[in-house]
């Protein structure tokens, strides 16, 4: 062996590394391990279609399963994606919904506001958004903040939107809110990015705590990923989100509501109390599933929706 013929250090003796790089049998059989399984390992559900819109603040990314069924805009909680409702668009689908999963201004692929932006600004997308995919009129769903988004979308362009479901409604008081806006303060308008990256895994901890028991910790670093990808200051959403007045929003909200939680979500609290705010709202609960509930139970939480916009039906058929 020569001094330009190193041999790799996991390479057996005998072997140089110009043998390894250039036998085509060793190529090819690093490639079928390498490759065996993984090609697709992070994309995103198989949706027909993932596109752009020119929205109001630049370009609106969004997942849509297509087909001829009811349509239902999708919108994530903060600070995350429409990857969010991964596990729910085939569900969706074969339930006779066409699911439309949008990346809220700043997250996910889609730009930002040029400032710092309210609920009421994010609204602004929706009719961009529904005269490209050629729907005069579609179902709103929102989970946490999105489910403000979903709000707000009604009261701004009620003809433009058929049912609304709010999965996580934030009716807080104004102490309440002052007090969550402190801890924003703190916790993510301040954050600290740590020169060791043990932010990082500080995030993860967190996020991974407020989890279902049993969450995989492979979504709960997808999760933690995409708080961080966005092209805007992730704290854009919490922020968006404490300062709606939810409360006196889902006062003047005249379109068919569905109220939806489950019991261990965080704000589950914040669902009875809206029972009380507007006991005409339709209403619907799951058991368990923390803040996840839709990777945690697809299926079930499928049937929710389904069920409420009239288009349930067997997955077989």
């Known amino acids: 062996m020569t001094a330009h013929q190193k041999r790799p250090a996991d390479a057996p003796a005998g072997i140089t ?32 279609k993932r596109g752009y819109v020119d929205g109001p603040f630049g370009l609106l990314h969004y997942y849509d399963t297509g087909g001829a069924g009811r349509p239902l805009l999708l919108f994530h909680q903060a600070p995350m994606s429409a990857r969010q409702f991964d596990f729910v668009y085939q569900p969706l689908a074969a339930r006779g ?7 809220m201004p700043g997250f996910g692929m889609s730009d930002p506001t040029p400032f710092v932006p309210k609920i009421e600004d994010w609204a602004r997308i929706a009719p961009p958004l529904l005269d490209q ?17 979903a709000t707000d979308i009604a009261l701004q362009f009620p003809d433009r939107v058929g049912s609304v479901i709010i999965n996580g409604p934030f009716p807080i008081t104004e102490e309440e809110r002052q007090q969550r ?3 924003l303060q703190v916790s993510e308008v301040d954050f600290v990015y740590k020169t060791d990256g043990s932010h990082l895994s ?4 967190r996020r ?8 995989d910790p492979k979504l709960t670093t997808r999760v933690v990923v995409e708080r961080f990808q ?5 704290w854009y959403g919490h922020n968006a989100a404490y300062r709606y007045d939810h409360a006196a929003a889902m006062t003047r909200l005249k379109h068919r509501t569905l109220i939806f939680t489950n019991t261990t979500d965080m704000i589950y609290e914040l669902a009875q109390r ?13 058991e368990g599933g923390g803040i996840d509930i839709m990777d945690q139970q697809p299926e079930a939480w499928s049937d929710v929706v389904a069920g409420f916009l009239g288009t349930n039906r067997s997955v077989a058929s």
């Open 17 to 48: 590394r110009r043998a390894v790089l250039g036998s085509a049998l060793t190529v090819g059989a690093l490639s079928a391990v390498v490759g065996a399984g993984t090609a697709s390992a992070n994309m995103p559900a198989k949706t027909q």
């Open 97 to 103: 919904i066409r699911a439309i999963g949008v990346d």
């Open 133 to 149: 995919l050629a729907l005069n009129q579609a179902d709103l769903l929102g989970h946490h903040t999105g489910g403000l988004l």
């Open 181 to 183: 806006l402190q801890r």
């Open 202 to 205: 500080e995030s993860f901890r």
């Open 208 to 215: 991974f705590e407020m989890s279902a028991p049993g969450t």
């Open 230 to 234: 966005g092209f805007g200051p992730f």
């Open 274 to 286: 809206t029972r009380k705010l507007r006991p005409d709202f339709e209403y619907a609960e799951l």
